[in-house]
């Protein structure tokens, strides 16, 4: 292949704006991993806050989606906080009880478990997030299909992770169809609910009934062969990588087997 | 050479056949139209000519399906891919839904069919000029027009290079030039050997374009002959098969005592 054959297909992969972008999405994936896994080890306040300031926010303002990043995460997060928050405040048992609401105790060591459970849900989501930010779908799928992952597997891995703004974007045409005859979907919560029940009959059967034709233009392109791929992109990954990654597993198992064994010092 | 001999098909859980005794034969190099109303079986013929009925699908078939003389029955879908392309009207549901640019999506097929890269890029870049879409070759196959994305899905089977090709109304969706770029790929497909098979409803398309035109009528070849003599059948409005405009005027200048040919040789 020319040079130019091969700028040309490096040009088809993901584009990589920053040099956080540039890490291979297998390091990525695996940061992540690990910072959410001794994020809930460590647990307490101290640690899991460690890693979201000192690895988690460094590495998203390196990579320019700080904003994005809080904003994603906000939005994962709230409603599991929410309902953690009151199942934690309100029932967890404690001998100093801060307020009373009905039959319900807010107790001081209720308090103190949202804020543990918290603080780690906000590394976990962020450090996830972190890598959906700055890894494209099709970049780590590949990746891993480079690393021996079948592509029957990368595929199906791949559309599950498309297949959520593909049918955003089949809503919004029903719901297009819908308004023009009349469907009600502006205006107050109650009916803006009512107005997303008729969405959901269409988008779910379409989404259905198209599955045995895509299947069968899959089938004609050879989807169901067996062996290896020529892919025609691959992500960059820097000969320092591997061994990061090996250095993040290895802190990673001795923190989980310090935490099993006892011998990590317990950390507010 | 495609050949179907005494072929009845029945899909999984219907009771009577969809397709009866079809003989139909498809020599190398020669372009086939297949014409009939709707329901009368023309894209169920489609799929047991791919062989991806029953192969993919499932039902029940009887009589043989060979190519090239070999007796496809018990085929895997991926092996069948390789001699045999079909192409269906929806290009949604003919797109990965995995891939970010055209050029992607057309390199697929040969992709899976694990060859070297350079080979899915001589490929991909010939199937894209053959109909004249190399310009959006790095746009996202989500941001298609419905006619652009029927010509994507057309060069996503031509870069298979397969010996024959089945279409079912390949240019429901397109405009008169993409129409006329797909008529005019289909002619130089043919001029390199490959069989085809093409339903349509639109016959002035077929006229000029096939060598030969088959009617199908409730599951059944009611008529098959040379493309001039069959479009120019008195009977074909009453099998719901509109003559080509040319025929059409003839026949209404007829009507009013006029000559076409005698206008036509007074304008030349």
């Known amino acids: 292949m020319s040079e130019a054959d091969v700028a040309f297909l490096q040009r088809l992969a993901p584009p990589t704006p920053s040099s956080y972008h540039r890490l291979n999405p297998f390091t990525k994936a695996l940061a992540a991993v690990a910072e959410s896994i001794a994020a809930f080890v460590i647990g307490g306040y101290v640690g899991p806050l460690a890693i979201f300031g000192l690895a988690v926010l460094p590495a998203a303002a390196m990579a320019g989606v700080l904003r994005r990043l809080v904003r994603v995460s906000v939005v994962l997060t709230l409603p599991i906080a929410i309902s953690v928050v009151l199942i934690s405040v309100f029932t967890r048992a404690g001998s100093t009880v801060l307020f009373t609401v009905g039959p319900f105790d807010a107790t001081v060591e209720g308090v103190d478990f949202a804020g543990q459970v918290l603080v780690r849900l906000i590394t976990l989501s962020t450090a996830i997030g972190l890598f959906g930010l700055t890894t494209e779908p099709r970049a780590f799928v590949f990746d891993l299909e480079r690393r021996g992952l079948s592509p029957q597997l990368a595929f199906a891995a791949t559309a599950t992770l498309e297949a959520i703004p593909a049918m955003l974007e089949r809503a919004k045409v029903i719901q297009a169809a819908q308004r023009a005859r009349g469907l009600d979907t502006e205006g107050r919560i109650a009916d803006r609910l009512r107005g997303v029940l008729p969405l959901v009959g269409p988008v779910v059967l379409s989404s259905l009934t198209e599955v045995e034709e895509r299947t069968l233009a899959l089938e004609v392109r050879a989807f169901g062969r067996r062996g290896r791929r020529h892919l025609l992109w691959t992500m960059p990954e820097a000969t320092w990588e591997a061994p990061l990654r090996w250095v993040l597993l290895a802190v990673l198992v001795v923190i989980v087997a310090a935490r099993l064994t006892g011998a990590w010092p317990a950390i507010p | ?268």
């Not at chain 2, 098909?9 to 139209?33: N, P, S």
């Not at chain 2, 870049?125 to 746009?139: K, P, Q, V």
């Not at chain 2, 002035?204 to 096939?210: A, E, I, K, P, V």
């Open chain 2, 1 to 268: 050479m495609l050949e179907l001999h005494r072929v009845s098909y029945r899909y999984a859980g219907y009771a009577t056949a969809v397709l009866h005794d079809i003989e139909l034969t498809i020599a190398d190099g020669e372009i086939v139209g297949l014409v009939g109303p709707n329901e009368a079986g023309k894209s169920t013929l489609c799929l047991v000519a791919s062989g991806l009925a029953p192969a993919s699908i499932g039902g029940a078939l009887s009589g043989s399906l060979s190519i090239d003389g070999e007796l496809m029955a018990g085929r895997p879908p991926h092996e069948l891919a390789e001699r045999v392309a079909i192409g269906f009207q929806n290009p949604d549901t003919q797109l990965s839904g995995v891939t970010a640019t055209v050029f992607e999506e057309v390199a697929l097929g040969p992709m899976n069919l694990g060859l070297p890269v350079a080979e899915t890029l001589a490929r991909t870049r010939e199937a894209l000029a053959t109909l004249g879409i190399e310009d959006i070759a790095e746009r996202s196959p989500n941001r298609l027009s419905g006619g652009q994305g029927q010509l994507v899905a057309l060069a996503s089977l031509l870069a298979m290079h397969p010996r024959h090709v089945v279409l079912d109304e390949p240019t429901a969706q397109l405009d008169p030039e993409g129409t006329r770029l797909v008529g005019e790929a289909l002619r130089a497909l043919a001029a390199t050997g490959t069989a085809l098979l093409v339903t349509e409803h639109k016959t002035d398309l077929l006229d000029g374009l096939c060598q030969r035109i088959i009617v199908i009528d409730g599951g059944r070849i009611v008529l098959d002959g040379p493309a001039g003599d069959v479009l120019a059948d008195e009977r074909l409005p009453g099998w719901g098969v509109e003559p080509p405009s040319r025929i059409r005027l003839a026949r209404a200048m007829a009507g009013r005592g006029l000559d076409l040919d005698l206008i036509a040789g007074t304008l030349r």
